[in-house]
């Protein structure tokens, strides 16, 4: 099994893909697959969590990051921490995903626009192709939050041009 059979999978490059639910047996295809990092979104406590996801992806060779966002409220210190992870890794092939790539998706789209890679318009895209945040409580404010440039978000230049638009 691929990872590219994940809940609601995007490929934005070919250095980079997000995805909903990632079961065991993809988890276990992920080094075959050329990546070298794994970003979770999905805090363990969900329902949907894969149990000894860190020792799957980690038994590979490949670095696991946990960063586990409340889906009912999202904060800005997760957003932060995202943001350098994907900064720090933008050399390497990874792959970040939650329960339903809502999360996964509000986060990268931010990331593409605070960075430069992305317009507005093409984060809203990105983000509609897969769910209403208007529908879940806290989320269209969280994004106005970050789109709206507050100073705990850098914006700067593109750290890495390849990562343009999604492709299905």
């Not at 490929?11 to 980079?16: A, P, Q, R, V």
């Not at 440039?149 to 041009?161: K, L, N």
């Amino acid at each position: 099994m691929s990872i590219e059979g994940s809940y609601n999978f995007r490929k934005i490059s070919d250095k980079l893909s997000t995805s909903g639910i990632v079961g065991a047996d993809r988890l276990k295809s992920l080094a075959v697959r050329g990546y070298e990092v794994l970003v979770n979104l999905l805090p363990d406590t969900n329902d949907n969590a894969v149990p000894g996801e860190r020792d799957i992806v980690e038994s590979q060779g490949l670095e696991y990051i946990y960063i586990p966002v409340d889906f009912k409220q999202p904060k800005r210190s997760d957003f932060v921490t995202f943001s350098k992870v994907l900064d720090q890794s933008r050399e390497k092939k990874l792959h970040v995903h939650c329960a339903a790539n809502y999360r996964v998706s509000a986060f990268y789209s931010l990331y593409a626009t605070k960075r430069g890679l992305w317009s507005t318009e093409q984060a809203m895209e990105f983000i509609h192709g897969l769910w209403q945040p208007s529908d879940h409580s806290g989320w269209s404010e969280f994004i106005a939050d970050i789109l709206s440039g507050d100073p705990g978000v850098q914006q700067s230049g593109p750290p890495d041009a390849s990562a343009s638009r999604p492709r299905s």
